[in-house]
């Protein structure tokens, strides 16, 4: 209980937990809109994904804060590849928490006179850009744990592979696949944080992708995929040496 209490505590906790409630209702909708009998469930399913945004986004208010500070602290990294794309990512989700109040201001008719549709995809916009950078950075990470594990993997050889009998292009092509599988495997399961943080931003990215048109969508699977990126957002806030950390 109060593992719960100080996960709700935090600001990013709660904001994960309607992100998670949000995409469920969202998925559930999508599933129970066939069926002719579902109609006021589906309904209260509408209301309770409108309460559940408003309420993330009265959460994310702040967060540009977060991002700028984000942005300062990528500046510093020593590796250069993660530091560029990570400062680039932190910027553009900086441009994007600003879009964010001001969409909410229109929407709940505070403020009259703002282009909604021209600031909602501005969003979009720059929030697929920091989900491409920050993709782009896990795959540099990625391939950075690969290459340890097959440097380990070659180590413990002692002596060189020998082809198979019976060897041809095919049989090279599988092997190499079923290789790069296996390394692909070890090098994720053996850092975690890693694979958290690459399944959040795929699954994040598939929202902005049907907003801009890039890759049409259907609620179903964004609803899927917000859940799970939600999931691993609220495994890295309670447990913080889940999430990846670049030095």
Same mark, same amino acid.
């Given at each position: 209980?109060?593992?719960?209490? /100080?996960?709700? #505590?935090?600001?990013?906790? $709660?904001?994960?937990?309607? +992100?998670?409630?949000? %995409?469920?209702?969202? =998925?559930?909708?999508?599933?129970?809109?066939?069926?002719?009998?579902?109609?006021?469930?589906?309904?209260?399913?509408?209301?309770?994904?409108?309460?559940?945004?408003?309420?993330?986004?009265?959460?994310?208010?702040?967060?540009?804060?977060?991002?700028?500070?984000?942005?300062?602290?990528?500046?510093?990294?020593?590796?250069?590849?993660?530091?560029?794309?990570?400062?680039?990512?932190?910027?553009?989700?900086?441009?994007?928490?600003?879009?964010?109040?001001?969409?909410?201001?229109?929407?709940?008719?505070?403020? /009259?006179?703002? #282009?909604?549709?021209?600031? $909602?995809?501005?969003?979009? +916009?720059?929030?697929? %850009?920091?989900?491409? =950078?920050?993709?782009?950075?896990?795959?540099?990470?990625?391939?950075?744990?690969?290459?340890?594990?097959?440097?380990?993997?070659?180590?413990?050889?002692?002596?060189?592979?020998?082809?198979?009998?019976?060897?041809?292009?095919?049989?090279?092509?599988?092997?190499?696949?079923?290789?790069?599988?296996?390394?692909?495997?070890?090098?994720?399961?053996?850092?975690?944080?890693?694979?958290?943080?690459?399944?959040?931003?795929?699954?994040?990215?598939?929202?902005?992708?049907?907003?801009?048109?890039?890759?049409?969508?259907?609620?179903?699977?964004?609803?899927?995929?917000?859940?799970?990126?939600?999931?691993?957002?609220?495994?890295?806030?309670?447990?913080?040496?889940?999430?990846?950390?670049?030095?």
């Amino acid at each position: 209980m109060d593992a719960f209490i /100080s996960f709700t #505590n935090q600001t990013q906790g $709660r904001d994960q937990l309607f +992100r998670a409630t949000k %995409y469920t209702g969202m =998925l559930l909708r999508y599933l129970l809109e066939p069926k002719a009998d579902k109609e006021e469930v589906v309904m209260k399913l509408k209301k309770l994904e409108s309460s559940v945004s408003t309420g993330c986004k009265w959460f994310r208010l702040g967060n540009v804060v977060h991002a700028v500070q984000a942005t300062q602290q990528s500046i510093h990294v020593t590796d250069l590849v993660p530091r560029v794309y990570l400062t680039l990512a932190s910027l553009n989700l900086v441009i994007y928490f600003i879009c964010d109040p001001i969409i909410f201001v229109k929407s709940s008719g505070l403020a /009259s006179g703002i #282009n909604k549709e021209k600031w $909602r995809m501005w969003a979009a +916009r720059h929030y697929y %850009y920091s989900l491409l =950078l920050s993709l782009v950075r896990d795959l540099y990470e990625i391939s950075l744990q690969m290459e340890q594990v097959a440097h380990g993997r070659a180590k413990r050889e002692k002596s060189p592979s020998q082809d198979p009998l019976g060897y041809s292009v095919a049989n090279e092509e599988t092997e190499w696949l079923q290789f790069f599988l296996l390394l692909l495997f070890r090098s994720l399961k053996k850092h975690l944080p890693l694979l958290l943080d690459t399944v959040k931003n795929f699954c994040d990215i598939l929202n902005p992708l049907d907003q801009l048109g890039i890759y049409k969508s259907n609620p179903g699977i964004i609803g899927l995929g917000g859940l799970m990126s939600s999931i691993a957002g609220i495994i890295t806030v309670a447990y913080p040496q889940m999430k990846l950390k670049t030095h």
